[in-house]
């Protein structure tokens, strides 16, 4: 019997170094492999973060540079255009103020559209609708307000000369000239009244009202139809 146990014993022991073989075995993954993902994580993480950086220093220096741009060329138009008024040259006055509106208006469309759509959306979800369009009115009205007029300023000064030279010739009153002035700081009506200025009193400007008109009936049709399609 003592020889049949230690038999056993032996045998189990083999089994178990085999068992422990084949364990150590199937632990073993390829070394290379996990250490190029380790080295490929450890390095590309290292190396986006400076790309991130550097790309952001890069994105940063452009901005400025645009925002300089964008205010030096103002200067150089609101000058320009001061220049066109001391000698009445009303086809420059025109020109600057049609060409920078249709810059301008894309812009400033797409701001009061989102504008608008916050507003409304804010105001569906409220249980005081009218305390909250207060509150969004008294906050971002003046914003738009400011931020049109700075984005529009060269359009603003155009107009302005033109009613000016429009009040020396043709005798417009100091209440038109307001009127048409504050029609200016209104998007979609500023563009009719700048035509009608134009047309009405230079004879200008009637094909680019037409095309125009039919671009915003088009725009506006396309914006209400396709949504419900």
């Not at 380790?38 to 390095?43: I, K, N, P, V």
């Not at 417009?172 to 307001?178: A, D, G, I, L, Q």
Request: one cysteine or more; glycine letters at 4%.
């Amino acid at each position: 019997m003592d020889f049949e146990q230690k038999d056993d014993v032996e045998v189990k022991e083999i089994l178990d170094g085999k068992n422990s073989d084949i364990q150590v075995n199937k632990s073993k993954l390829p070394i290379i492999l996990l250490a190029l993902l380790y080295g490929t994580a450890l390095y590309g993480f290292i190396f986006l973060f400076i790309a991130n950086i550097i790309l952001l220093c890069l994105a940063m220096a452009f901005a400025v540079t645009l925002f300089i741009t964008f205010f030096v060329v103002m200067v150089l138009q609101v000058l320009s255009i001061e220049s066109a008024k001391k000698i009445e040259d009303i086809d420059y006055c025109l020109n600057t103020y049609f060409l920078y509106k249709y810059i301008t208006a894309p812009f400033i469309w797409s701001c009061g559209r989102i504008v608008a759509s916050m507003v409304l959306i804010t105001v569906k979800s409220s249980d005081e609708p009218i305390g909250i369009a207060a509150s969004f009115g008294l906050l971002l009205v003046p914003y738009i307000f400011t931020v049109s007029v700075l984005i529009g300023l060269p359009c603003i000064i155009a107009i302005d000369f033109i009613l000016d030279i429009a009040r020396k010739k043709f005798g417009m009153s100091s209440f038109k000239k307001m009127i048409h002035f504050f029609l200016q700081l209104i998007p979609i009506l500023d563009l009719i009244d700048g035509f009608y200025i134009s047309i009405k009193y230079w004879k200008r400007g009637k094909v680019a009202a037409v095309i125009t008109a039919v671009c915003l009936i088009v725009g506006m049709a396309a914006y209400f139809i396709v949504p419900a399609l």
